[in-house]
Structures are given as structure tokens and as C-alpha cells.
């Protein structure tokens, strides 16, 4: 497929068609260009190409493929070389572009009847009835026959990348992606030679209204952050304005300007320089790739609505049970960004250390289940408050664990993991070592640190000497040693996330 819409039609003005004249008797190709020298079809002259053989005219063919017509003799090599040659272009070049006009001399050799229904040709005429006149006619069919047939080819083509664009734009889920991508489908769509931007309407229907420049195409990655009329044409800006004044394109002879609106009512504009003139079958696609980033861009808004009151719901969960026991919603926050430190470092990508972020702050969830006086109790818990306290760990692994998305999925498995012990000590299931899952390992060494820096109703905060040697200590017992050194090589970082959360 090719990487543009406009290929392969989009010709400068004047571009000649080709013919190729394949004829074995020099003098037809000479009264043929005599006859043709001046003519043109849709302003644009014919260049001629000659082959003297069938041979020699199907090299040319697969050589240059953009050939528009093929005045073919029947009769050269053999008597039916012409026909032969028919056969192989469409079916080995698979070229069923190229007009082809079969021009024979000896009508009884290739009946008309025979040859129209058992071979792929446009046309058919004997030379002794071809007028001056009558060649022009059947020119004017034939190069309209393949205007109309590379269009429609054009066309299609267009469409598949179009389709193919919108689908990997309605595969982004974050703003800067999502516009990174439109920008560089847009340049390879359009076929643009200058900037390709991205501006946004900024106090739109105001005397200060404004078109700052939020993305651009890779070799003028400089211009972000610019006013547009700082770097636009005034007869450019004239388009951007019209575009935002009647929230439609705009096609300039030498640029473009594009209209989309998000789901929350701003205005885009997508900036297209040295385009070039365009066709109609051009202007639709590039009106329906539009189209598509406007709904893209809605549906985007409306994922990341949804995201965020997911995570506004876990928030609320995570917080309500922090306060029931007491404790900030800071402490969970700091947990979940304690705990993406880690899993950085112990090797998740970028995703799952997101999603331990997410999950991590309802470890403690099954704490809204136990009661107050367990819950909040200053002193020592009695062997039966220990063992309803310790029920926390599965009444939030049952809590979460109906649930078909995979971060609550996740979390429910924190919940259960992050008391167990790296010696098999802790509870609920007293598992060891690698059984348990690194998120839960990552969690519990999170939750532990931190709580121990952190004011409790049982304990004031300990200092920074004491909470190292408690870790070291509990290296290898309640915690994987491994972890351990990850969390001591960045515990500055670790620290500094209790200074810019801090317990209020």
C-alpha cells in the first residue's frame, strides 16, 4: 500500500500520459505521433513511449506500471504475440490499470468477436479505419477510462489508510500520544511538505482570542509553546480563524486547516503547510480522518472519565478504611507511590508499576470490617483481637476479589499477601519466599516503612537510624532481601515522599 493518500494520481499540472506505442512497422509509430502530437486531455500533453516487439512492450509495462494506454498491434513476433502480451500484463503484472487499444491490420487473424470476450482489452480497431478524428475519440475514452479507473483505485487506497490511521489513533489512551499520533497520520496522509501543527483555540470569541501551538511534526519540534500568528503567513492565520469561526475546514491552495472538537467543547485545530492542491476524492478523506480524530479524541476524554472515578471510588475506599483506624490518607498515597518506586526497580514496566500504584493503597481495606474497639486500641490486642485483627487480610481478598477488573484484582491479592513473611512466619496462609507474589512482598516492605516514620495512635515516629536497623533486622524474616536493597539504595527518594505527603 502506498504512504499516502494522493498516490498514485497526484501529478503536477501538465504532467503528460504515457502511450505506449507497440507496433512492429516504424512507420505506425510515426503517423501516430503525427497524428496525436497535439493533443491533450485535461490540459495535460501525451509522451510517447515505442516498443517493436510484444516483448520489448512488456519490459516497458512492468518497468513503468503508470503507463495510461498501450496502443497494441496484434501481429508481430507471431501472429498472436500481441494477445499473448495481453494475457501476461494482467495476470503476471496484475496490471489492469493500463488502457489497452488492440490496432490490427488483419481483422481475420484476431476476430473482433473472439478477442473482446476472451481477452482483457478496452478496445479494438482495425488501421485502416482509424481517422485521424476516430484516434483522438478512442484517445479521449481510453485516457478517461483510466482517469476515472486510478480515482476510484486512489480512492480506495486513501480509504484503507484512513482506516488504518484511525485505528491505531482510537488505540491511544493519553492526550500526548493520542495528538503525537494524529500529527504524524496527518503528514502522511496529506503528503505535506512544510509544518504540520496542532494548535488550540485559546478564549475563542474574544478580542484576545489566541492559537498557541501545542504539537508538532519532529523537524520543527521547536515551534511548541508559540503563538501561531508568530509563525503563520497572515493569509494562513485568515484560515485558522475561519476554521474556528464556522467549526469547519478549510482547503487553501497551498495549505490546509482542520476542525475537531473534544467531548468537552475545546477546539482543535490541525495545521497542514505546503499540501498542495487537492482533488475531491482528497478533501473527503481528509474530512473523514478528521471526522475520526474528533470522535477518537471525545472517546479518549470519556475513557479518562471513567479512569478517573474508578479511581476516585478505590481513593474513597482506601481513605475510609484509613480513617476508621485512625490513620491519614496520606499513608496509603504514600504507599502506592513507595511501592511503584519499587516495583521500577525490581524489574515491572511502566503499566504494572502504574497499576501496583493504584492497587497498593487498599491493602488495609478489610479493616472497615473489624471492629472499632479491635480497630483503635492503644495497648496490646488479646490472642482473640489478634486473630479478628489479623481477619483484615481476607475480608479485603473477598471484598475485592468478586470483581472482574484486573486492578481490584490485584489489589485483592495485596490484601492477602502483605502480612505474609518472607521465613513463611506471617499470616494468613504462612507462605514463603517466592510464593508470595512480588506485588505483595513490595507492598508489605511499603507499608512497614512507612507506617514506622509515620505518628500512630500505639507509637510517635521513629527515626531514620532506628527503621534501618529494624529492616536489616527483619531481613530475610518478615522481608525479601533483595527488596531490602532496592528500597536502601534509593531511600532518599523513599523519604522524600513523606515530606511532600506528610501526615496532616
Known amino acids: ?3 499516502t493518500l494522493f498516490e498514485p494520481i497526484r501529478s503536477p499540472a501538465g504532467t503528460p500520459w504515457k502511450v505506449l506505442i507497440a507496433d512492429d512497422e516504424p512507420e505506425v509509430h510515426e503517423v501516430t505521433r503525427l497524428v496525436l502530437g497535439g493533443f491533450r486531455f485535461e490540459d495535460r500533453p501525451l509522451s510517447f513511449l515505442s516498443a517493436y516487439s510484444a516483448a520489448e512492450a512488456f519490459e516497458l509495462i512492468r518497468a513503468q506500471p503508470d503507463i495510461a494506454v498501450l496502443l497494441l498491434d496484434v501481429v508481430m513476433e507471431t501472429e498472436h504475440a500481441g494477445l499473448e502480451i495481453v494475457r501476461r500484463i494482467r495476470q503476471e503484472l496484475g496490471n489492469h490499470r493500463v488502457r489497452i487499444v488492440l490496432r490490427t491490420g488483419q481483422p481475420g487473424q484476431a ?12 478496445d479494438y480497431k482495425e488501421k485502416t479505419e482509424l481517422t485521424a478524428a476516430r484516434f483522438q475519440t478512442t484517445l479521449f475514452v481510453a485516457l478517461r477510462g483510466y482517469r476515472d479507473l486510478m480515482t476510484i483505485e486512489t480512492s480506495k487506497q486513501g480509504l484503507e489508510q484512513v482506516i488504518d490511521a484511525s485505528a491505531e ?9 493520542f495528538a503525537a499520533k494524529v500529527l504524524k497520520h496527518l503528514a502522511r496522509l496529506s503528503q505535506a ?8 483555540a485559546e478564549d475563542a470569541g474574544t478580542d484576545q482570542q489566541r492559537y498557541p501551538i501545542a504539537l508538532s511534526t519532529a523537524p520543527h519540534a521547536d515551534l511548541v509553546g508559540r503563538e501561531a500568528d508568530q509563525v503563520l503567513p497572515d493569509s494562513h492565520m485568515a484560515s485558522l480563524r475561519s476554521a474556528l469561526h464556522n467549526r469547519s475546514h478549510v482547503f487553501g491552495s497551498d495549505h490546509y486547516v482542520l476542525h475537531f472538537i473534544d467531548s468537552n467543547e475545546h477546539e482543535s485545530l490541525l495545521y497542514i ?21 474528533s470522535i477518537a479524541y471525545k472517546n479518549l476524554h470519556l475513557n479518562q472519565d471513567l479512569v478517573d472515578s474508578q479511581l476516585e471510588m478505590i481513593w474513597l475506599l482506601a481513605g475510609a478504611a484509613e480513617t476508621r483506624s485512625r490513620e491519614t490518607a496520606n499513608h496509603v498515597l504514600r504507599v502506592g507511590l513507595l511501592a511503584e518506586l ?4 525490581a524489574g515491572l514496566d511502566a503499566k504494572a508499576a502504574e497499576n501496583l500504584r493504584l492497587a497498593a493503597p487498599l491493602h488495609d481495606i478489610g479493616k472497615i470490617g473489624i471492629p472499632d474497639a479491635i480497630l483503635n486500641k492503644p495497648g496490646s490486642h488479646s490472642p482473640e483481637e489478634t486473630a479478628i485483627m489479623r481477619s483484615h487480610a481476607q475480608l479485603g481478598a473477598q471484598m475485592l476479589g468478586n470483581s472482574k477488573r484486573p486492578l481490584l484484582q490485584l489489589a485483592s491479592r495485596i490484601c492477602l499477601e502483605h502480612h505474609e513473611n518472607w521465613d513463611g512466619s506471617g499470616y494468613p496462609n504462612g507462605l514463603h519466599g517466592e510464593a508470595i507474589s512480588l506485588e505483595g512482598r513490595i507492598v508489605a516492605l511499603a507499608d512497614v516503612f512507612d507506617a514506622l516514620g509515620s505518628n500512630r495512635v500505639y507509637k510517635a515516629p521513629w527515626p531514620r537510624e532506628r527503621i534501618r536497623e529494624f529492616l536489616i533486622e527483619q531481613t530475610s524474616r518478615k522481608f525479601d532481601p533483595h527488596l531490602i536493597d532496592l528500597l536502601f ?16
Open 1 to 3: 500500500m502506498k504512504d
Open 111 to 122: 476476430p473482433e468477436q473472439h478477442v473482446i470476450s476472451s481477452y482483457d482489452i478496452n
Open 169 to 177: 489513533i482510537f488505540s491511544q489512551r493519553e492526550d500526548s500520544s
Open 193 to 200: 511538505d512544510g509544518i504540520t501543527l496542532l494548535c488550540r
Open 273 to 293: 503547510g505546503e499540501g498542495g492542491l487537492i482533488g475531491e476524492v482528497e478533501r473527503k478523506l481528509l474530512e473523514v480522518f478528521s471526522t475520526n480524530v
Open 342 to 345: 519499587l516495583g521500577r526497580a
Open 489 to 504: 539504595a534509593r531511600w532518599d527518594d523513599a523519604e522524600a515522599l513523606r515530606k511532600q505527603y506528610p501526615d496532616s
